[in-house]
C-alpha cells in the first residue's frame, strides 16, 4: 500500500490584508512541519500542490528545511484541482440571496454584513456555514461561480490522478486546503456530501490528514493531527 499525507496551508493573511497569502504565524507553521519530519527521517516519492499561494508557500516553506538539511526533497507537481473553493464569490452571491428567505441568514447578515467581518467572527462563522450548506445542497440560483458538485468533483478527480500513477509503496505529500481536505476524508469514509463540509471547518492550519491507498481505494488512518506543534499559540483554524 501507499501513503498520503494531505496537508492543511499555514494561516493564510487576517483581516485588511490579501487573503492568499501566508502570515508570518503561517510560515512557522508550516517550518514546524518539515522540522518535524525531518527529525523523524520522514522522506517522500512525490509532491503535490494546488495553485494557490499560501498552499505553494506552505511547500515551499517545508522544502527549505529540508534543504537546509541536505535531504531530499521532489519537485511539486502543480495540480489545480487541489484548489480551495471562492468563499468569496459564494458569498458575495448566495447571502443576499438567502437573507430574503432564510430568517437565521438574515439575522447574521444584519449584524455582519455580507463578507468577513472580524469584529464578529463568531456570527460571521455561523453564517458563512449556514450558507455553505445551501450551496452543498445546492439550494440556491443560477450560480455564477464553482457548485458543490464542479467543486468536490474537481477534488475527487485530483485524488484519482495522484492515485493512479505507477508503483507501490508510494510516499506522497500532498499541500492543499481545508475544503479539499473535507472531501477526502468524507470521500474515503463514504460519508454524505454535507460532512465534507462540516469536516472542513474542523480542519487546522498546518495540520496534516493521512491516508493508505492504491489505485481504486483510499482509506483514512488519521485526521487532523498536530504532531509537529508544540506551542498553543500556534494553533489555528483562520
Request: glycine letters at 10%; proline letters at 4%; zero cysteines.
Amino acid at each position: 500500500m501507499s501513503t498520503m499525507t494531505l496537508v492543511r496551508h499555514g494561516q493564510a493573511g487576517q483581516m485588511g490584508e490579501e487573503y492568499d497569502q501566508l502570515s508570518p504565524l503561517g510560515v512557522q507553521q508550516a517550518t514546524s512541519l518539515g522540522e518535524y519530519w525531518v527529525q523523524r527521517d520522514e522522506e517522500f516519492d512525490e509532491v503535490y500542490v494546488g495553485t494557490m499561494v499560501r498552499q505553494q508557500k506552505s511547500e515551499a516553506a517545508v522544502r527549505a528545511v529540508y534543504e537546509a538539511a541536505g535531504r531530499p526533497w521532489p519537485k511539486a507537481e502543480v495540480l489545480p484541482g487541489l484548489d480551495e473553493y471562492d468563499s468569496n464569490s459564494i458569498l458575495g452571491q448566495l447571502v443576499p440571496e438567502l437573507a430574503e428567505r432564510d430568517e437565521v441568514i438574515a439575522g447574521f447578515r444584519k449584524r455582519v454584513g455580507d463578507g468577513p467581518n472580524f469584529n464578529h467572527i463568531d456570527d460571521f462563522q455561523r453564517m458563512f456555514e449556514a450558507v455553505v450548506r445551501y450551496w452543498v445542497r445546492g439550494d440556491h440560483g443560477e450560480p455564477k461561480f464553482e457548485t458543490w458538485a464542479e467543486f468536490s468533483g474537481r477534488v475527487r478527480d485530483a485524488l484519482k490522478n495522484i492515485m493512479k500513477r505507477e508503483g507501490s509503496g508510494r510516499r506522497v505529500a500532498v499541500f492543499s486546503s481545508g475544503g479539499p481536505i473535507g472531501v477526502s476524508v468524507q470521500t474515503a469514509m463514504r460519508a454524505p456530501e454535507l460532512a465534507a463540509a462540516e469536516l472542513n471547518w474542523r480542519v487546522r492550519n498546518g495540520s496534516t490528514t493521512h491516508f493508505v491507498f492504491s489505485p481504486g481505494r483510499l482509506t483514512l488512518e488519521s485526521f487532523n493531527t498536530l504532531a509537529h506543534i508544540t506551542e498553543e499559540s500556534l494553533v489555528t483554524f483562520r
